[in-house]
């Protein structure tokens, strides 16, 4: 398993990893008609800094969720794709994350864990998706005891949220939602589930980051905690000082299959709106725009004429995707959607993802010095695709520095071809050479890039690409933007001249 653990179903599958799986906190969300929880927690802790009114107020709401699988579905060599997306994001940044050896379950079926939390009097509950995936039975238990049959309403793997329903008779205990953007690092948060399945546990800490990109979908923006969470935790609530909910415990990295007080939940402003798409629709379709996308650093904004950093940077454009029949090219920066502004590649991808397939929807890009306006029909997302998906660090060639132009530039002969396997129909001039002591090493400008263009000026040979930088600097750009090509993928690097 990996360090980071989606808390697994059963309380017996713990390692070194992220845990992701019925063992962990789930999380629960209110719709406009769920009760809200009692107001007069009013964020304000009694004598001594206790929690025990908020606690009071949302216990009842928490529930432990208990589900019946193949035992194929819990061996440590099936691992959710969730655990295999927190994998790679350690493993990128350089951190090697041991593999549990498969091994045969001894009986046919086995028993899993975890939370939830009811958002409605009627009895619906959230969770987190991999909580309840492939499970033959689910039950509830609620605080009081009392266990009852639940109804899979809905699931969304992408978000790692599931809806679920239970028949209790009368009307039961409900939490509120909260505000997640409202928080604030070092902001006080309580976590509450059934860690290990030893009874509804509550633990406290803070805030401890946002915007937590893990890599395992459009919804990444995950909240990081110090409060202790288990397994058995995965989709119990996040709460604040008001006793709203603001997360869903979702995940937790680990050396040793226990909680060292860095967690991460899905903030309730995201779960917010996917819960309500699945009571609705029991399912969600989200938007394919069919783009590779790279942030806007000031040496890009630079480059192409914007005043401020901002939007996100079209590396490339899928062939018969919904970007290329809009007229998206590579070079433009969308800086919103229907409106919405996009700050980052991530705001891009979330809003394309928070999109219906076949709606029309509008982009503002930034091309060629201007604000251009584009209509674009959302496509339906499949398997395996990304909304909009930010290129890794290696692929855009950036690092730490700033960029200059310190190469050395050589035409694409046929033996510089059949020495590079590059296709003939690639033009454009590689990088001979690259000085140590320039910024384009320091940007990851490497010999053997193909630049294809040079501030959306397409080059074919190393006479067009110094006579396209020549020109930037004549027009006062401070930086060029060259069109990268390496190992069959394009990328753009902003190169300042300051720098050079």
Not at 299 to 320: M, P
């Amino acid at each position: 398993m990996s360090h980071i653990l989606r808390q697994h179903r059963t309380a017996a599958l713990v390692g070194a990893a992220i845990i992701a799986g019925a063992a962990c906190l789930p999380f629960a969300i209110n719709s406009s008609t769920a009760l809200a929880a009692p107001s007069d927690t009013g964020g304000i802790l009694a004598a001594g800094g206790s929690f025990a009114a908020i606690v009071e107020a949302d216990k009842p709401a928490v529930v432990t969720i208990t589900t019946t699988m193949r035992t194929t579905d819990v061996s440590a060599d099936q691992q959710s794709p969730m655990d295999e997306q927190f994998r790679q994001f350690f493993e990128d940044q350089g951190i090697p994350l041991p593999r549990q050896a498969p091994h045969n379950q001894p009986s046919q079926h086995a028993m899993a864990l975890g939370s939830g939390f009811i958002i409605s009097p009627d009895g619906v509950i959230v969770t987190n998706n991999h909580v309840i995936d492939n499970a033959l039975d689910i039950k509830v238990t609620l605080d009081d005891g009392a266990e009852l049959p639940a109804k899979l309403i809905g699931t969304d793997p992408k978000s790692d949220v599931a809806v679920l329903k239970i028949a209790a008779g009368k009307p039961v205990q409900t939490i509120a939602w909260g505000d997640s953007d409202r928080l604030k690092l070092g902001d006080q948060i309580l976590a509450i589930g059934n860690p290990f399945g030893i009874g509804t546990t509550v633990t406290a800490g803070i805030v401890s980051a946002r915007g937590r990109d893990l890599h395992s979908g459009p919804y990444d923006d995950f909240i990081q905690i110090d409060a202790p969470i288990n397994h058995g935790n995965s989709g119990g609530p996040l709460v604040d000082r008001d006793g709203k909910v603001v997360g869903i415990n979702t995940a937790i990295y680990s050396p040793n299959g226990g909680s060292v007080g860095v967690g991460f939940a899905i903030p309730s402003d995201e779960a917010k709106a996917v819960v309500a798409k699945l009571e609705k629709n029991g399912s969600i379709d989200h938007g394919y725009l069919g783009v590779q996308i790279q942030p806007v650093t000031k040496d890009v904004a630079d480059a192409v004429g914007l005043d401020k950093t901002g939007g996100a940077l079209v590396a490339a454009v899928s062939a018969d995707t919904p970007a290329a029949e809009a007229g998206l090219k590579p070079g433009d920066i969308v800086t919103s959607v229907g409106g919405e502004a996009v700050k980052t590649p991530k705001d891009l991808s979330r809003l394309v993802a928070d999109l219906s397939p076949g709606t029309r929807e509008s982009l503002v890009v930034w091309r060629d010095g201007k604000t251009i306006d584009l209509n674009v029909t959302v496509g339906a997302n499949a398997d395996g695709q990304k909304q909009a998906a930010a290129t890794s660090p290696e692929a855009q060639g950036q690092a730490s520095g700033q960029p200059s132009l310190g190469i050395g530039l050589a035409d694409l002969t046929p033996e510089v071809r059949q020495q590079l396997d590059l296709p003939r129909s690639l033009s454009g001039a590689v990088v001979a050479s690259v000085k140590p002591d320039k910024s384009a090493a320091a940007a990851g400008i490497q010999s053997g890039d193909v630049i294809v263009s040079v501030n959306d000026r397409p080059v074919h040979n190393a006479r067009d690409v110094k006579a396209a930088i020549a020109d930037a600097g004549k027009a006062g750009r401070k930086s060029v933007l060259l069109l990268v090509e390496r190992d069959g993928h394009k990328t753009f690097i902003a190169v300042p001249f300051a720098a050079a």
